[in-house]
Structure formats: C-alpha cells, structure tokens
C-alpha cells in the first residue's frame, strides 16, 4: 500500500533550493519511493531530487501532496509530515526576509500582476518585447557539445570524478565558513552536484547522444534551468545562478573553462543582456537586430551606451546579477525609460506595454515635425543645432533629425574592432563621404581620442594606474605621430569636398596646439609638394575638456578658429568624480554653479575674441539645462540626433532674455540644489497653455478599468506636450488614488494630482463606453472622469479656476451636460464656463 | 441655528471644494445657515471669524488630514466627517445635527 498527505506549501517564497535540500536530506534516509506532487500546476517530483523538486514551481499556499510507497513507509510519512510543518518553516522563519512591500515606483500594472520585476538605472528611453540573449564570457556554461570518441563509460567516469574532486573542495570550504548563510548556499550547492536526478540526465546523454561529460553537463543545465525559469516566483528564479554556478564549476573540472567566446553573431532580433558590453563589440553587430540592451554595470554614459541612445535602442544599466536570472531565448518586456525588466509578461502586462509602446511611436513621428524646427529660441536667438556622431552610417540619423551640422564627429570608433589603423584612402573616402552627405552643413571632425581609457588592438599604452588622467587625446600624437599623420592627410584632402574642421581632443595647454599646428602646416606642404588637391585652409578648433584649458581660452584664441565644450570629462576633471561610478552621480552635477560659472569664464573669453564656441556633451541634450546654456550664450549645442527634436521644441518655447535672467540668478547660488529649484520654478513660469484644448477630450474613451483611464491620461497629457514625463505624471495620480479614491460619487470621477512632471495646469475630459469601477463612495461605477492636473509651482489664478471647476462638478445639471454633451467643442464650452465662473460661493 | 464648516482634502485641489459647495448649497436648501472655511491649496479662504465661530451652534470638519488652526473650536460641538461623506450626502448629515441640537 502507499500512504499519502496534502498541505498547503508554508513558505512564502516557495520551493527553493534550501528547503528543497531539507527535504530531499530527510527523504534519502529512506528506503520508500517518495514522490511530490504540486496539484495546482500537475507537476510531480522525486523526492530525492533537489532539481526535481525546485522544478515544481512550488509557491506559497500550493496545494501538494506527498505520496510514500515502500518498505519503510510508516516512517517516512510521520518524519515528512513533521518536516513540513514544523521543521522546514522554522528553519526558512531565521533565514528569510520577507521583501518588501511592491514598490510605488512602477507601472500599477506590475504591482496589480505581481509580476516579476527586476530594477536597473534607465539608460535608453523606449518599450521593447523581444527574446533575451545573454552575452556571458565569464559565466557562459557553453561547451563543445559534439560527439566524442571516447567510449561512454570513460566519460561516466571522469564525470563521477569531477563530481567527487568539487563535492571534496565544496566541504573543505563548508569547513572554513561560519556565516550560517554561506553555509547554506554552499549545502545547496552540494546538494545539487550530489542530485541524482542531475546525475542520471547526465549519465544519460553520456551515452544516448555519445557526447562528453562537459557536452553532457552543460546541455542538462540548460534543461534544468529552463524549468527554474519557468517560474512566476523572483527567488526561484535567483536560484538558476546556483545551477549555473555548479554546472560551471563542474564543466572546468572536466576540461578547463574554455577560452573566451568573444564572437556574438545576432541571427534573429534579441534583446542583448551582458555585463557591459565593449563598444567595439556593439559597434560590430547588426544594429538593425539588437531591440533592446540590459547592462548589468555600464555607466549611463559609457560609450555604448551612447551610441544605443543615438540608435533609439531602448537600454538599461546597473542590475547587477541580472544575467543568471534571465535565460536565453525567453520572452521579456524591457522599459527603458523606466529602468525596468520584466520576465514572463501576463497579457494584462503585455496590453499596457502595448499601448506603451503605441504612445512611444507616436512620440517618435510628433518629433519628426519637431525636427522641421530653426534652431532658435521664441524671441529670435539663434543655436545651432549640431549632432553627435561616431560613424559615418550615424550622419543620415543625423540630417533625419532636423541636425545643422555634426557638432562631433568621433572619429576613434573607426579604429576599434580592427587589426590595424584604417590607412589615408580609406579614411579619405569616409571623411569625403561624411562631407557629401552633409550637403554644405558644417561638419567638426575630432582627431583619434584614444588612450589607456579607450584601447586599441594596434596600440601599446604603458600600463597606467589611471588611464582618464593618462596618455590620451592628443597627449597620445607626440608618440604616434604616424597615427596622426595620416588622419591629418585624410582630413586636408576631404575637407576639399566641403566645410570639414578639424578639431583636437583633450588640449590641456598652448604648446599642445602650436606642435599640432606645425604638423598640420608640414602635412599641408606634403600635399602640395604630391600636387594632391586638398583644402589648405581649414578651420582648426579644440575641445574644452581639460579644466586648465577651459580657463585661458583667450590665449588659445590666438591659435585656434573655434571651440566645443566637451562636458562630461570637463565635469568629472572639475570635480574629480569619474563620471562612469554610479556612486558618484550626485557629484557629476552639470547644474552646479561652480560649473556654470567654469563655462561663464569659457563663454566669455571665446567670445570676447570673436571666437565660435559650442558645447557637445551629454548635457547639450538635457532638457532641464538648455535654459542654462542658452543663457550663458553658446553658439552651437551638439548632441545624440535622437535629441535634436525635442531641444528644438523646446527652445522655440523659451526667450533668451528669460534664459539670461535664470542664469545671473543660478550663478549666485551655492548648492547644485539651489540651481534646481530655480530651474523648477523656471519650468513652471513657462507660457501656460489653454487649461483646456480639444486634444484632451475623448467622448468614447475604450478603457476598461482605472489603470487603463490612468495610462490614457498620461498619454494625452504627453501628447499634448504637458507633462514632462508620462510615467512620473502617472504615478503622482495613483499616489492620489491610494490615499482615497477620486470616485466621487454620482458616476464621475476626478483623478487629479500636483507634481513637478506637470507643466502647465491642465482639464482633461474622458466619458467611457463602459462605466468603470472606481471605488466610488456611493458604490456607483464611473461614466465620465474629469482630471485636473496642477504643476509643482502653480499659480493662485490656475488653483482658482480649478477650485471652480470643482465645485460646479456637484452640480447635478452640470454632470448631466457633460454626460449628454454632442461634441468637443459643447464640453470645451461648459468647462469653459465652469471655470470662468466667478466666486462661486454665496455672501 | 447655525453652523460653520471646515474643509480639507490631501491634495487641496478638488474634495475641499467640492465639499463646500455641496455643504453651501444644502444648507441654502433646507434652511440652516452655514459658513465654510476651505483649507486647500490655496491656503486658508473664506476663514471663520471669532464671531462665526461664537455664533456657531455646532462645527463641522470635513477632511481628509488635520484640521488647521484647532484651537479656535475649542469647548464647541465638533462633528468630523470624511470629505467624501460631506460631498456624498450633505443632507443626511445635516438633518442629524439638526435633530440632535433639537433645533
């Protein structure tokens, strides 16, 4: 006979390895078969196996049972039931933590579907679903899985040997451990190396496939991982690193870890996770195949990450560990915007990215028509608007989005990935073609900035302990005069075609420029001697990076046509904080008044002398401090192209007179902190829009519930360029929500909220097809939702007007004009008058 | 009789007054004179004056958060209600206090 009995499983976070090996432990003493069945998903396990077990997606409160059948079974069945109920949720009680509540910070939906969500820091605006491909050198399990010649039996027995040889060298560190925690991973690691269902799957290709034992080790890992991915749980999930992490250890028993597999060849569209990829690497890859990139520990501004920006590639950074929870080939959503990644989406998820990604598109074409833009500011002032670009494929991006001319062309990234240095013809014809393309827009080319921070095959750095304060830029010419040599013909001879510039990297002082320019005029009587056409007088500027440089432009003045601050190494020279520590990003503060007043003097002086200066880095495309850098007077701001229309838009929406004003007060200030909150108040001054405008009417709005008419309302308010950011805007309205709800009764709801995102206070009006339910005081579902939404700094006239608005929405005859109103214009006229409506209160 | 009224909400930018009108427009209806004070986001408006307050038979407070300026209720009748009840049924709330004074 067999004995059985069900529970309901206690932990809260599932089945996991360690109380999987608890039980497995117990079970082995006997001799009974012992099987575990989870009966809300129909998956059953041996008891004897930790991976079988974990496989069954135990979660909390899941109904199982335990069946025993055998000699011993009497006993088994008081020491399991015991086990599971006493033992096992004491023992989880002293080492769990309960996680915390979900965080307000994502999408409601997410919350709604506890839906697994891993965190990163946003690095890429965009929504994308694809499959994962994990690029893994170090971690990659992946091994020859090809036959062998070898009969079975030798393999079988070289496995059981490496099994021995780290079972030993895992108790010898169980010997040297006291942390009761890194006891317990390392027991779980044994008792997977030790699982039996592991040893027969690998037994078991040994000799039906007649591959290697390391072949044979990696493909089981795989079949067991993809099982642990299968969960909805994000702590089994975690546990697939620790059978990656045996499989591994295992595998270089066997053969040693193979070399590095460098090579990622992209067959199929992915989203690529890896810990930060090279540039040259991502540079070498089909751009038109990577959806999506997750970095566990790039800086936001590492230069692959630029370039995925300039691509409008949706990317993420900073989630360390994230490659052993994901899987190869399975489906997730990846919000850069956010900074979020979510594995195994629910289709109510899928629907809300859905729409996500439609508001996203929309977004794209209203920027096209924003690229159309002069690059000038409302009452005239002119920027010219430059684009970033690192290869010569990136200028067509460039022109697409409305760029004057090509602020920075990164010529360095023609260098990596190659064997050695591209030679004069072929630069030649890629700076000739830049240039053609440019159609007479004005194109800055900066020389190679290579150096210890940026290496390349073909050149031999000394080794440095600090390569950004190293050889590197044009401290690197004096020994590679070759180098430079070359690029200077390529330059002369294509500058022929059109206004091409030259432009040197990382000047920190006056002679650097004189010995470049002696250079340059030997190069040019080079070419005159060979009767090779080329453009003797070419522009020559530098970039201001180098604090030291950035304070004598008046004397570099005397030798150079123009300049461009290069920011982001200008700020981490200025407050020696590298800018790629994430740890120090409240030093890599551009909005500083110590900073601004650093450009004030670079502005000034290169003014002063009738020189162009423009700036080019990453904060040339901050929204927040354009007002600063029109304000200190720029000639030219060169960013990523996928930030060209929006800065135009927003200049058309300042006057440089305002901008000035801003900038004399920010310059008084102290703190960073007290720049942001004139530039706070600064956005909330700017030219308020009609409370409300036709575009925030919907008469037959299709959503379904209060997340679908809160996201509705995000995207409206986008769309019509009031909100900052969708995402903020909406989660300051749920915040509002979860206080208590904004149903009101009488079938109308009110969802309102006060935030910073908000730029101009704004009505919206929505009347569904379907009431929704809204949790209304009267119990009564929504038929229509009135959404007052107020910036951070709002103005009493604004609030006034809104407070009259709300007090006319207990007005029954109010209510039911909006409920039967025939058109827009009939509820923009009784809003209208809602609003106008003078001191409402009687006396 | 009569009855003064403070309302409040989290926000300050809707419930307040939609309170304060309901609270203002029932009163007109069955008769009972009442005077509401709204602490909102535009700070305090249409404030109780002592005499208001002294005059007063009984005090409402329809809010969400604290009451602002407490002290000046103090030894008076305090009815506390939440704003959503003041907005949803301002009849009914008022009708009781009026029998309980046994006005």
């Known amino acids: 006979m067999a004995l059985e009995f069900t529970f309901a499983f206690p932990l809260p976070r599932g089945l996991h390895a360690r109380p999987a090996s608890f039980f497995q432990e117990k079970a082995e003493r006997f001799e009974a078969d012992i099987f575990w069945d989870n009966l809300r998903n129909g998956i059953t396990a041996d008891g004897k196996s930790v991976l079988s077990l974990i496989g069954t997606d135990t979660l909390h409160d899941d109904p199982c049972r335990i069946r025993i059948h055998g000699p011993d079974e009497i006993a088994a069945w008081g020491a399991l039931k015991?086990?599971?109920?006493?033992?096992?949720?004491?023992?989880?009680?002293?080492?769990?933590?309960?996680?915390?509540?979900?965080?307000?910070?994502?999408?409601?939906?997410?919350?709604?579907?506890?839906?697994?969500?891993?965190?990163?820091?946003?690095?890429?605006?965009?929504v994308v679903r694809g499959r994962v491909r994990i690029y893994d050198p170090g971690l990659e399990v992946k091994v020859e899985e090809s036959r062998t010649s070898r009969p079975p039996e030798e393999e079988q027995k070289a496995f059981l040997a490496a099994t021995e040889s780290l079972e030993a060298e895992m108790r010898r560190h169980l010997g040297e451990k006291k942390d009761a925690t890194e006891r317990a991973v390392i027991k779980a690691h044994l008792a997977i190396l030790r699982d039996r269902?592991?040893?027969?799957?690998?037994?078991?290709?040994?000799?039906?496939?007649?591959?290697?034992?390391?072949?044979?080790?990696?493909?089981?890992?795989?079949?067991?991982?993809?099982?642990?991915?299968?969960?909805?749980?994000?702590?089994?999930?975690?546990?697939?690193?620790?059978?990656?992490?045996?499989?591994?250890?295992?595998?270089?028993?066997?053969?040693?870890?193979?070399?590095?597999?460098?090579?990622?060849?992209?067959?199929?569209?992915?989203?690529?996770?890896?810990?930060?990829?090279?540039?040259?690497?991502?540079?070498?890859?089909?751009?038109?195949?990577?959806?999506?990139?997750?970095?566990?520990?790039?800086?936001?501004?590492?230069?692959?990450?630029?370039?995925?920006?300039?691509?409008?590639?949706?990317?993420?950074?900073?989630?360390?560990?994230?490659r052993q929870k994901l899987q190869d080939g399975e489906d997730i959503i990846l919000d850069g915007g956010r900074g979020l990644v979510v594995p195994a989406p629910t289709p109510a998820v899928v629907r809300y990215y859905d729409r996500e990604g439609a508001a996203e598109k929309a977004k794209r074409a209203r920027r096209c028509a924003q690229s159309r833009l002069p690059g000038a500011t409302a009452d005239g002032h002119k920027v010219e608007i430059g684009a970033n670009i690192g290869h010569p494929e990136e200028s067509a991006a460039a022109w697409a989005n409305g760029a004057d001319g090509v602020g920075l062309f990164r010529t360095e990234l023609l260098l990596l990935d190659r064997e050695a240095p591209p030679g004069e013809e072929e630069q030649y014809a890629l700076y000739s073609r830049v240039t053609q393309e440019a159609g007479g827009r004005p194109i800055i080319l900066r020389t190679f900035d290579i150096g210890g921070d940026k290496p390349i095959p073909f050149i031999r750095y000394p080794a440095e302990s600090n390569p950004f304060l190293g050889v590197r830029g044009i401290r690197v010419y004096k020994?590679?005069?070759?180098?430079?040599?070359?690029?200077?013909?390529?330059?002369?001879?294509?500058?022929?075609?059109?206004?091409?510039?030259?432009?040197?990297?990382?000047?920190?002082?006056?002679?650097?420029?004189?010995?470049?320019?002696?250079?340059?005029?030997?190069?040019?009587?080079?070419?005159?001697?060979?009767?090779?056409?080329?453009?003797?007088?070419?522009?020559?500027?530098?970039?201001?990076?180098?604090?030291?440089?950035?304070?004598?432009?008046?004397?570099?003045?005397?030798?150079?046509?123009?300049?461009?601050?290069?920011?982001?190494?200008?700020?981490?020279?200025?407050?020696?904080?590298?800018?790629?520590?994430?740890?120090?990003?409240?030093?890599?503060?551009?909005?500083?008044?110590?900073?601004?007043?650093?450009?004030?003097?670079?502005?000034?002086?290169?003014?002063?002398?009738?020189?162009?200066?423009?700036?080019?880095?990453?904060?040339?495309?901050?929204?927040?401090?354009?007002?600063?850098?029109?304000?200190?007077?720029?000639?030219?701001?060169?960013?990523?192209?996928?930030?060209?229309?929006?800065?135009?838009?927003?200049?058309?929406?300042?006057?440089?007179?305002?901008?000035?004003?801003?900038?004399?007060?920010?310059?008084?200030?102290?703190?960073?902190?007290?720049?942001?909150?004139?530039?706070?108040?600064?956005?909330?001054?700017?030219?308020?829009?009609?409370?409300?405008?036709?575009?925030?009417?919907?008469?037959?709005?299709?959503?379904?519930?209060?997340?679908?008419?809160?996201?509705?309302?995000?995207?409206?308010?986008?769309?019509?360029?009031?909100?900052?950011?969708?995402?903020?805007?909406?989660?300051?309205?749920?915040?509002?929500?979860?206080?208590?709800?904004?149903?009101?009764?009488?079938?109308?709801?009110?969802?309102?909220?006060?935030?910073?995102?908000?730029?101009?206070?704004?009505?919206a009006f929505l009347r569904f097809r379907k009431p929704i339910d809204w949790n209304a005081a009267d119990g009564k579902p929504a038929a229509m939702a009135v959404l007052l939404a107020i910036p951070a700094g709002a103005e009493r006239d604004h609030l006034k007007l809104l407070a009259g608005l709300s007090r006319r929405l207990v007005h029954d005859e109010f209510r039911s004009g909006l409920l039967s109103a025939i058109d827009e214009t009939a509820v923009i006229g009784l809003i209208a008058e809602a609003l106008e409506h003078k001191d409402p209160r009687p006396g | 009789m009569t009855i003064v009224a403070v309302t409040a909400c989290p926000t300050g930018i809707a419930h307040t007054y939609m309170a304060a009108e309901r609270l203002e427009k029932t009163g007109k209806k069955i008769g009972i004179p009442i005077k509401v004070e709204t602490q909102g986001a535009m700070g305090i408006e249409n404030e109780l004056s002592p005499a208001d307050i002294k005059n007063a038979d009984a005090v409402i407070y329809a809010v969400g958060i604290p009451v602002l300026n407490k002290e000046r209720f103090e030894g008076k009748r305090i009815y506390e209600i939440s704003v959503q009840d003041a907005i949803k049924n301002p009849e009914a709330i008022l009708m009781k206090i009026k029998n309980e004074l046994g006005a």
């Not at chain 1, 959806?291 to 566990?296: F, H, I, Q, R, W």
């Not at chain 1, 007290?674 to 036709?694: C, G, H, K, T, Y």
Request: glycine share 6%; proline share 5%; with cysteine.
């Open chain 1, 479 to 763: 020994e590679h005069e070759d180098l430079i040599r070359v690029q200077l013909r390529a330059i002369l001879r294509a500058a022929d075609r059109g206004p091409l510039k030259i432009m040197f990297p990382m000047v920190s002082s006056v002679e650097e420029v004189v010995r470049m320019k002696d250079l340059l005029r030997l190069v040019r009587e080079e070419l005159s001697r060979e009767g090779v056409p080329h453009r003797p007088e070419t522009e020559i500027g530098i970039m201001v990076e180098v604090p030291s440089a950035a304070l004598l432009l008046d004397r570099f003045s005397e030798h150079v046509d123009f300049f461009s601050v290069g920011s982001n190494d200008l700020l981490q020279y200025f407050f020696a904080a590298d800018r790629g520590n994430p740890a120090l990003r409240h030093l890599n503060q551009p909005g500083h008044p110590a900073f601004l007043r650093l450009l004030k003097a670079a502005v000034d002086a290169a003014r002063a002398r009738g020189k162009w200066i423009g700036l080019c880095g990453e904060m040339a495309a901050s929204v927040r401090h354009l007002p600063l850098l029109i304000g200190l007077g720029f000639d030219e701001l060169s960013m990523t192209s996928a930030a060209i229309p929006e800065i135009k838009a927003r200049l058309q929406a300042v006057t440089s007179v305002a901008c000035r004003r801003l900038l004399d007060s920010a310059l008084k200030c102290s703190l960073s902190g007290d720049v942001e909150v004139l530039l706070d108040s600064f956005a909330s001054q700017r030219a308020a829009r009609a409370l409300i405008a036709p575009e925030m009417i919907r008469l037959s709005s299709e959503s379904r519930s209060k997340t679908d008419v809160l996201q509705e309302l995000a995207i409206m308010m986008e769309a019509d360029g009031r909100v900052d950011s969708r995402a903020e805007f909406e989660l300051a309205l749920w915040q509002r929500e979860d206080v208590f709800s904004t149903g009101i009764g009488f079938g109308v709801a009110i969802p309102h909220c006060q935030t910073t995102a908000v730029r101009s206070p704004s009505v």
């Open chain 1, 82 to 126: 015991h086990l599971l109920e006493e033992d096992i949720p004491r023992k989880e009680a002293e080492t769990e933590q309960i996680i915390p509540a979900a965080a307000t910070d994502v999408p409601r939906i997410l919350v709604q579907e506890q839906a697994v969500v891993f965190r990163a820091i946003p690095a890429g605006a965009g």
């Open chain 1, 197 to 322: 269902a592991f040893a027969a799957r690998v037994n078991e290709l040994i000799t039906a496939e007649n591959i290697g034992a390391a072949g044979a080790v990696s493909r089981a890992c795989r079949v067991f991982s993809s099982a642990l991915q299968a969960s909805r749980s994000s702590y089994l999930r975690e546990r697939l690193a620790d059978i990656k992490d045996v499989c591994r250890q295992l595998i270089s028993q066997l053969a040693g870890v193979p070399a590095e597999d460098k090579v990622i060849s992209l067959t199929e569209a992915v989203i690529l996770v890896a810990d930060d990829l090279p540039p040259s690497l991502f540079l070498s890859l089909d751009s038109s195949k990577i959806e999506g990139l997750v970095l566990e520990n790039a800086g936001v501004t590492s230069h692959t990450l630029i370039v995925a920006r300039a691509r409008e590639i949706p990317a993420v950074t900073g989630c360390p560990g994230i």
